[in-house]
């Protein structure tokens, strides 16, 4: 993880500074990703699913954040459900993410990338039987 950590300026009232570890603008994008239609699952890597098969939530997972001179980097990793539109998630995944960050903490990003790295197939319900 980055060690940067993000000052939020503010009006000087002598009250001090607000800090924001990247570790929560993950779990902000992560969650925020995760709520458009049609992303189907964050994708992580190995040990955040150990992590979670042992019953702990990675709001985190398949979220990547950068802080360059440029600004905030977010780089969002996951799978979305097989028959919708990959261009309408991804900007509608950018879209939700940028308002999130900015209703939440304030900070302006300078982009936003989504990586689609699979597509999730419907499993095959099982017939059931009809017969009376």
């Known amino acids: 993880m980055s060690e940067h950590v993000f000052d939020i300026e503010q009006e000087p009232a002598g009250l001090g500074k607000v800090e924001i570890a ?8 992560g969650i925020a990703a995760s709520e458009v239609e049609g992303v189907a699952q964050m994708r992580g890597n190995f040990a955040a ?15 990547k954040v ?4 440029e600004g ?13 539109s990959i261009p309408s998630v991804a900007k509608k995944v950018q879209e939700n993410v940028r308002q999130a960050l900015f209703n939440m903490t ?3 990003t300078s982009e936003i990338n989504v990586h689609i790295v699979g597509i999730q197939f419907d499993a095959a319900k099982p017939e059931q039987d009809t017969e009376q």
């Not at 990247?22 to 994008?29: D, K, L, T, Y």
Request: net charge negative; glycine share 14%; hydrophobic share 45%.
């Open 22 to 29: 990247p570790e929560v603008i993950e779990v902000i994008a």
């Open 49 to 63: 699913g150990v992590v979670e098969r042992f019953g702990k939530k990675n709001h985190g997972k398949g979220v």
């Open 66 to 69: 950068e802080v360059k001179e």
């Open 72 to 84: 905030v980097v977010i780089d969002i990793y996951c799978l979305v459900q097989f028959g919708i």
């Open 106 to 108: 304030g900070l302006e």
